[in-house]
């Protein structure tokens, strides 16, 4: 190639480049800030991908704003200290009407006025940060720290999707600082901590903790992989002069390109903030983020100036923050649960409680790390909480409740409670397991309830109880014995009359020709949920074909990672795991295959659930949408085809309804999906 050709195909590489950046920073935009994306995640990767590629051909055309420069570097020895130019203050609070009206009475006496105009918006439960631009470049991230200095996360923050590395727009001040709270949304936490259980590594405690550990790892590539996002909160004194009042400085954040929360509100007097309150607080569950109160701060600035700050709080802004919601109870004991996976979980049964809307009298401590960091005890007063207002756990011993002399320190067990064999702990897991998958009845139990379940082989009937006694009885072995039943083997089971008995096996014989996607999940296949199951299913329409692919077809399918494609591999590289499936084959076990692409019902459909869905998880609503072809979005836009709203349903329902766009309540939901699926 001539000198001249070369420099033309670099010129046309650097044109390539410079515009799929722009097109990658206008997704990020839509996806984070707009919360509307434009583009599929596999259409998103594959763009990334290109610029990847031209990239690596050409070094020269590298640029540290680009998407592809994210994670870099070698993990570091350490944090340096960074001073802020202004401190980063905490907030004064008040827990109820009183005062937030006494706040109100003396900023409207001090500043002589009769109405005080504020911005409102949800506290977030996350971490603070700086970030800094320069040029419109982002050149440091920090801590609050102390509020006088924290430490440089720089390179933990640039892997943060949400966070620009490039400023939006041109009319950016040269010099820009930006306040913000990072978080680790509620989803995003449950699929992470489901994964870790799955995969026997440490789960994370709360989503806050969970935030403020991944800022603080030393290697940014384990931050990487930590679902974090923002909402930036204020200016700091770098560019605030551009605006006269705190709500039009978010919208220019927002015009910047960081996220900034869609719950924000003008408020003019107390009893628009008190009415805000309110409104917030009702959606505190259908959220998908954690708040723990609402921020508000007066609008003007120059209002601000004059009410002035104390030594740690601004005078001007306050945060209200309901009591948390918590209950006093006694931990009566402490139980030993294995699950289908052999992990051995220590479980908490406590004195019946009501709490979060719910009587509560169990609640699972994740493993015997988490037992001895909360240092609970049989007999013990504790503090329960129902995290996300959904999942029971212990908050904290209350050591003046608890009489002495106290119960016995927990022992880790070293043995299976089921079936008494030894347990396993990997070097790098804090979850013990049972190696015992054939021999154990507790894993066989919850094996038959997983493969049974309306997701998986829809088996109505088979629950706990009648998988227990058949378990006990000597009758089921595996799951491939469930299609040798008979029934005179089922009829003469307790409590199981002859109707009963039949209606299973007709069930048990319809299940024969489930999806292969089904199957599949079924399959209990570590690190497989619904969605992976159904891209597996399209890529190898049947068992066989699985079973023959290698580490390299695994990996090159979307959504499958290394982990992903290790875990198949593991499953069936296990002689007993592939003889069950000769065994469900022989006993005519018959999966459908995968409808071609493009003609499942709800194919190129986008759908969003909204509101709280009390008959099944909203993992579960979501896995079933996609098992059906549609593209589950976090928020409605022109292109949404159908909302589900359950209770509490907020502004999506009402978008939804401004817009025409059809909303189905759970009931109608449910019924949907038995006539489509």
């Known amino acids: 190639m001539s000198a001249t050709d070369s420099e033309a195909a670099l010129s046309a590489a650097r044109r390539e480049a410079e515009a799929l950046r722009q097109a990658l920073a206008d997704h990020n935009y839509a996806y984070y800030v707009l919360d509307a994306p434009t583009v599929s995640d596999a259409a998103y990767d594959a763009l990334f991908d290109r610029l ?91 801590t609050r720290g102390d ?31 930006v306040r913000g709270e990072v978080y680790m949304a ?13 995969g026997g590594y440490k789960p994370l405690v709360n989503a806050r903790n969970g935030a403020a550990g991944s800022l603080r790892q ?146 699972t401590l994740h493993n015997f790390d988490e037992v001895a960091r909360l240092d609970v005890r049989p007999g013990d007063a504790v503090w329960v909480r129902r995290a996300g207002d959904v999942i029971p756990q212990i908050v904290r011993v209350d050591y003046d409740l608890t009489a002495e002399p106290r119960g016995p320190v927990p022992e880790v067990p070293e043995v299976c409670p089921v079936c008494s064999a030894t347990l396993r702990r990997a070097e790098d897991a804090v979850v013990l397991r049972c190696p015992n998958s054939q021999g154990c009845s507790a894993q066989l139990v919850a094996g038959l309830q997983h493969f049974a379940q309306r997701t998986a082989m829809d088996i109505d009937g088979l629950g706990e109880k009648l998988a227990t006694a058949l378990v006990e009885g000597g009758h089921l072995k595996d799951v491939a014995d469930l299609y040798r039943l008979d029934l005179p083997t089922l009829a003469g ?31 209990g296949i570590r690190e497989v949920g619904e969605a992976t199951a159904v ?29 992903v494609a290790q875990g198949v591999l593991d499953h069936f590289s296990e002689p007993a795991h592939r003889a069950l499936v000769d065994r469900l084959l022989a006993q005519g076990v018959d999966p459908e295959p995968p409808a071609p692409r493009g003609a499942t019902p709800l194919a190129g459909q ?34 949404t085809a159908c909302v589900v709203a359950g209770p509490g349903a907020g502004q999506k329902r009402a978008a939804a309804e401004a817009a025409g766009i059809p909303i189905l309540d759970e009931a109608a939901f449910i019924e949907f999906l038995e006539t489509t699926e």
């Not at 190898?540 to 990996?555: G, I, K, R, V």
């Open 606 to 639: 986008t759908w969003v659930l909204t509101g709280t869905l009390e008959t099944m998880p909203r993992k579960v609503a979501k896995d079933r949408l996609i098992a059906l072809g549609a593209k589950v979005a976090g928020s409605v836009s022109k292109q």
């Open 535 to 563: 891209t597996l299913a399209e890529a190898f329409p049947s068992l066989p074909a699985l079973l023959a692919a290698d580490f390299e077809q695994l990996t090159a399918l979307r959504d499958v990672g290394p982990i």
């Open 186 to 198: 509620r989803s995003a936490f449950a699929q992470y901590n489901a994964g870790a259980e799955a």
């Open 218 to 363: 030393l290697d940014p590539a384990i931050t990487a992989r930590r679902p974090l996002r923002i909402f930036a909160y204020s200016l700091g004194e770098a560019g605030s002069e551009r605006f006269a009042c705190h709500f039009d400085a978010l919208e220019g954040l927002r015009r910047w390109g960081l996220p900034v929360n869609p719950l924000a509100a003008r408020c003019e007097g107390i009893e628009a903030v008190r009415a805000y309150i309110d409104r917030c607080l009702a959606q505190r569950s259908t959220l998908d983020y954690e708040i723990d109160g609402v921020v508000i701060k007066l609008d003007d600035f120059n209002l601000q100036a004059a009410a002035g700050v104390l030594s740690r709080t601004p005078r001007w802004a306050l945060a209200f923050k309901p009591p948390a919601e918590e209950a006093l109870t006694r931990l009566e004991a402490l139980e030993l649960q294995v699950g289908r996976t052999g992990a051995v979980t220590p479980v908490a049964r406590l004195a019946p409680v009501f709490v979060g809307g719910v009587t509560v009298s169990n609640a």
């Open 493 to 523: 089971l307790p409590r199981m009359a002859e109707k009963s008995a039949q209606n299973l096996l007709d069930a048990i014989e319809s299940s024969k020709r489930r999806p292969l996607a089904r199957v599949l999940f079924a399959l």
């Open 147 to 177: 509020g006088q200095a924290g430490e440089d996360i720089t390179s933990n923050v640039r892997t943060i999707a949400a966070v620009p590395l490039a400023l939006r727009g041109d009319d950016w001040p040269a010099g820009l600082e």
């Open 52 to 142: 990847g590629a031209l990239e690596a051909a050409h070094p020269e055309l590298q640029d540290p704003s680009s998407p592809t420069q994210r994670v870099g570097g070698a993990p570091a020895a350490g944090f340096q200290s960074v001073a802020h130019p202004t401190a980063m203050l905490s907030l004064g609070k008040c827990t109820d009407e009183e005062g937030l009206r006494d706040f109100d009475e003396r900023l409207r006496r001090e500043l002589e006025r009769d109405t005080l105009v504020y911005t409102c918006e949800p506290k977030i439960d996350g971490v603070a940060v700086r970030l800094v631009y320069e040029a419109g470049q982002l050149v440091l991230a920090a």
